[in-house]
């Protein structure tokens, strides 16, 4: 049954001041979830069967006589053969009699095709839905087509590999693991093809990937994932916060740089090309002379965003950057919705969240005290699509 923006209005009235907060359970659930419980809602995971213990075992809500949670944050699970079954008409049914809110993840973009999201998907979503399709590197107006309209800082592309004249990186998924990454740098055409045969080779990349991969100016700095709200509901001079930084852990390239380089070239030669799997994050801040050119770009791409795909951003985004040795910041990679390095903020909140909102502020947390604000003052059809 198609997906009619129009219903939305009816879906909200009948869910009354009690929405549960649902997710799928993977990438920044327990974020999700953690925040929702913390300002009063009850949570719902929406998970692949054998791969939903963490929650429903581990992370299970144990709630008192009067609904106060003593224990986890996980209130119900709900198991399907694939993430996908999640969003067939009848359990989009019952998830609308459950007074479900959804807020999407990578995951649920991932196992999920976007024109199911966007034209399918009968359930409100705490977002901006069809924001998520920029994140897809193959899609024409992509991420990076946003950033150039706004104007912010990208690495340079390089159109085909003939023409790449220094150090740069090859972006496209993993052959098999489809949510990961199939990235490889190279220096000069003959590197590239190199690097291409022998990953081809491994299995590690995918032919018709490669044709449709990016190439782009590697930048040599540390890489810093500002985690972003965006409040439709407050005051515009007010309605763009950051809220943390994190960093990623790749595998298996951060066990590489921990080996001197003689030892990596006493490696195979297969694995001496690190693979790029993100397996874990780590929390940041930054030096405060560059948090400006933080607020800047960000004030930007809430513009841009706005003005090409309104109502543009609702709640959290991330910009993935790298910082030069001048301290300016370029833009690599964009989130769309809550980020995969959020968790590490757990509990004792995102730095700078805590330093605007006086107490632990995660970016879970910040979305549900969005609901809430929104419950509160009658204006929740302004915050999901």
């Known amino acids: 049954m198609p997906f009619r923006p129009e219903e939305i209005g009816g879906w909200l009235a009948r869910y009354g001041e009690r929405p549960v907060v649902a997710t799928v359970g993977s990438h920044s659930a327990l974020d999700v979830a953690d925040g929702a419980v913390r300002e009063g809602f009850r949570t719902l995971l929406l998970c692949q069967a054998g791969r939903e213990r963490t929650y429903s075992q581990y992370f299970r809500a144990h709630r008192s ?74 899609e024409r107006d992509n991420y990076y087509a946003l950033l150039e309209a ?8 390089f159109p085909r590999p003939e023409a790449i004249d220094g150090l740069a990186i090859v972006k496209l998924p993993h052959a098999t693991r489809r949510l990961e990454r199939g990235f490889f740098t190279v220096a000069s055409p003959a590197e590239y093809e190199q690097k291409s045969r022998a990953l081809l080779a491994a299995g590690t990349i995918a032919p018709e990937d490669l044709a449709r991969a990016r190439i782009e100016r590697y930048i040599v700095g540390p890489v810093f994932n500002f985690n972003f709200f965006f409040s439709p509901l407050a005051p515009r001079a007010e309605g763009l916060e950051l809220l943390g930084v994190d ?65 543009g951003i609702i709640g959290p985004f991330c910009l993935q950057t790298v910082i030069d040795p001048d301290g300016h910041l370029t833009i690599f990679d964009v989130a769309v919705r809550i980020g995969g390095g959020t968790n590490v903020h757990l509990d004792v909140g995102h730095p700078y969240g805590n330093a605007l909102w006086r107490m632990p502020m995660s970016s879970g947390r910040r979305l549900a005290r969005e609901i809430r604000s929104a419950l509160a003052s009658g204006r929740l059809a302004e915050i999901v699509t």
Request: proline content about 7%; aromatic content about 6%.
């Open 150 to 157: 706004g104007g912010l800082p990208i690495p340079r592309p």
């Open 247 to 311: 960093e990623r852990r790749e595998s298996s390239l951060d066990g590489l740089v921990r080996l001197p380089a003689a030892q990596q070239l006493e490696l195979p030669s297969a694995a001496r090309i690190p693979e790029y799997t993100v397996v874990g994050h780590g929390t940041l801040t930054v030096r405060e002379s560059i948090l400006e050119e933080v607020f800047r770009w960000g004030e930007k791409f809430v513009e841009v965003a706005r003005a090409k795909y309104p109502p």
């Open 65 to 138: 006589a009067d609904g106060s949670v003593e224990r986890g944050c996980v209130d119900e699970v709900r198991s399907y053969a694939r993430f996908a079954d999640a969003f067939t008409s009848a359990e989009l049914a019952t998830l609308r009699e459950r007074s479900a809110l959804l807020v999407p993840n990578r995951a649920l973009s991932s196992y999920v095709p976007l024109s199911t999201i966007e034209d399918e998907l009968s359930l409100p979503l705490v977002g901006s839905r069809r924001l998520l399709r920029i994140e897809e590197r193959t």
